[in-house]
């Protein structure tokens, strides 16, 4: 049986997928082990690949490897519960946190990501011929979370600084207690993904990154290209490119009344705030209203 496994990652902004083969025979290996090892029992990329195929849109080895902490003894990784659940037994003796090398993994974008998240059958079904891992049982509930998100419109418009320049993007506004919630029961292989496992994310950061990223992406993709906006603030909300166009001085006082706006929407209770909308009459007939 494949176990599939996933999480998000935010120093890609992508979801990463990798497989665990429970047909795979425990072969103990004898000597010391570094710092990190080779996981024994990955699916291979090409049976990846054609499981995935069937509920992805668009799985891509990129080529890079992956450092993921688990549980282990030596060189031999504690099978996860799915795992044991089909009846691969545990190596005997304590484990202790392991650094293991994914040697190639597969990423999904963020909106390719909603959608296998969204199309893969519930943890109690096998029917495509795999299991999936408890971190993809979390994700896929906070998928629900960004489409619910999104069906409710619950995001805002946001600018902030990025790097030299400003950037804009789309700020989910999920149901705060929800959220709350998700983080606390979120599964600690969802955060193993790390090169340093002291500097792994806290559980609400991770989702918030995610929650951001997928609902940004998905609205971008649903814009209708066809409208051109003008005002450079909607263009990099709208666009590819999240990068505001402007001068450091616009951009900044931008960034001030963006401020001011969001401390009068957060101050306001539940029940939403108010939106304000200018008409501009067009200089000459035929022109344009704003």
């Known amino acids: 049986m494949q176990i599939l496994h996933g999480t998000w990652y935010p120093e890609f902004t992508q979801f990463v997928l990798w497989g665990e083969d429970s ?8 000597g010391k082990r570094g710092t990190l090892a ?3 029992f990955l699916t291979t990329t090409n049976l990846l690949l054609r499981i995935l195929t069937q509920v992805a849109t668009d799985p891509q080895p990129d080529g890079r490897s992956l450092t993921i902490w688990l549980p282990g003894i030596g060189k031999s990784p504690v ?4 795992a044991q659940s089909v009846g691969v037994s545990p190596p005997e003796g ?17 909106t390719d990501a909603l959608d296998f998240l969204l199309q893969i059958p519930p943890e109690h079904e096998g029917s ?18 960004t ?6 419109q619950g995001y ?13 993007y789309w700020q989910p506004q999920p149901d705060p207690d929800l959220a709350a919630q998700m983080a606390v029961n ?7 993904v790390i090169d340093n496992p002291s500097h792994a994310p806290q559980p609400h950061d991770l989702l918030d990154s995610f929650l951001r990223y997928t609902v940004d992406a998905f609205i971008r993709e649903a814009f209708h290209q066809g409208a051109k906006p003008k005002h450079r603030w909607l263009k990099a909300l709208t666009s590819e490119s999240a990068t505001v166009n402007g001068s450091d001085v616009e951009n900044r006082k931008l960034h001030e009344m963006w401020q001011q706006w969001q401390a009068a929407a957060t101050g306001i209770s539940a029940g939403g705030f108010r939106t304000s909308f200018r008409l501009e009459e067009p200089e000459k007939d035929g022109d344009p209203w704003f």
Do not use: Y
């Open 128 to 145: 495509l011929g795999f299991m999936l891992g408890g971190d993809l049982v979390f994700w896929q509930q906070a998928a629900l979370v």
């Open 186 to 192: 979120m599964p600690p292989v969802c955060r193993a």
């Open 23 to 30: 047909t795979i025979t425990s072969n103990r290996r004898k």
């Open 147 to 152: 489409m619910n998100t999104l069906v409710k």
């Open 94 to 110: 304590d484990p202790e946190l392991l650094g293991w090398i994914v040697k190639e993994c597969l990423t999904l974008k963020p």
């Open 156 to 168: 805002l418009p946001s600018i902030e600084p990025h790097g030299g320049h400003f950037a804009a």
């Open 79 to 82: 099978p996860s519960p799915e």
């Open 38 to 40: 080779p996981h024994p």
